[in-house]
């Protein structure tokens, strides 16, 4: 990664890292940035106190401020595939069952320093190493995330491992994934009757996205052995892949649009197997 571009990275993490004494179960989890704003609209709020009664259709549009945003996943530094997606989401309960699995599976030490780990982008730990994509960790498979990630990643994975010694491994090192919007909702925050001048949309962290993206993009989309897969919100994507005001980023080839299907599958492993040694 050049020197431009590990700049622009490591000044959006030290943006996050701003947050702070991130204790277990001692949430509201806001960015700095993000409290005053948040704070006028608090009804926008799902909290854990809450959770118990929690409904996926009424609270859809609602961000889990007592869970751990998340930016982004993985390796952002040195990944070979950077996939956009819009926001962390929340898995529906099952029938009989209100509390979102999520609320469960933060309680979990061991997840929870995971979690921590990635947002600081302090990936030196041995788990970490070995899944910097925390939730391709064998030991996070049963967790919300991990079984989402099986969801997109479990025809790669198991192609990978006919392939290399740890094919879980292999593409836990080299994805990462980056939201547009930090905090888990189970739709598109904003939008709705609840919030219509959307107002989650002008939260200070999602405009941060946005510059950082808009700088970010443009760089990346240059760089040798470097994939780009837009998946979700690809209108916002397309504002933002502007490099002047007549060519945009779709006439690069590194570039993919695509969601979770034979072709976003394809596309890793093609990659992958065409960089296994960049």
Not at 13 to 29: D, S, T
Not at 44 to 61: E, N
Not at 197 to 222: G, H
Request: with cysteine.
């Amino acid at each position: 990664m050049n020197a431009q571009l590990k700049h622009l990275v490591e000044d959006y993490v030290n943006f996050w890292k701003e947050m702070k004494n991130l204790k277990q179960g001692q949430g509201p989890y806001i960015h700095p940035a993000d409290r005053d704003y948040l704070s006028q609209k608090k009804e926008l709020w799902f909290r854990a106190k809450d959770a118990s009664k929690y409904d996926h259709d009424r609270d859809a549009k609602k961000i889990h401020v007592d869970l751990m945003p998340s930016p982004y996943m993985g390796d952002i530094m040195n990944a070979k595939i950077i996939i956009f997606m819009g926001n962390p989401g929340i898995e529906k309960p099952k029938k009989g069952v209100a509390t979102p699995r999520e609320y469960l599976d933060h309680k979990k030490t061991i997840l929870w320093d995971a979690l921590v780990s990635t947002i600081h982008q302090d990936l030196s730990s041995p788990s970490m190493a070995d899944y910097p994509y925390l939730f391709l960790n064998p030991e996070m498979v049963d967790t919300a995330g991990g079984r989402y990630d099986k969801s997109m990643y479990g025809g790669c994975i198991k192609h990978l491992q006919n392939h290399f010694q740890d094919g879980r491994k292999v593409l836990a090192k080299n994805i990462c994934k980056i939201q547009l919007y930090p905090y888990h909702s189970t739709s598109k925050p904003g939008d709705s009757k609840d919030d219509p001048d959307s107002f989650l949309m002008n939260t200070p962290s999602y405009q941060r996205a946005i510059k950082f993206l808009a700088e970010f993009l443009p760089a990346i989309v240059k760089e040798q052995g470097k994939l780009i897969i837009a998946t979700r919100w690809i209108d916002c994507f397309d504002g933002l892949l502007r490099i002047d005001d007549n060519v945009t980023i779709a006439k690069y080839p590194r570039l993919v649009r695509t969601c979770f299907s034979n072709e976003f599958k394809d596309t890793i492993l093609q990659h992958l197997h065409a960089n296994s040694n960049s």
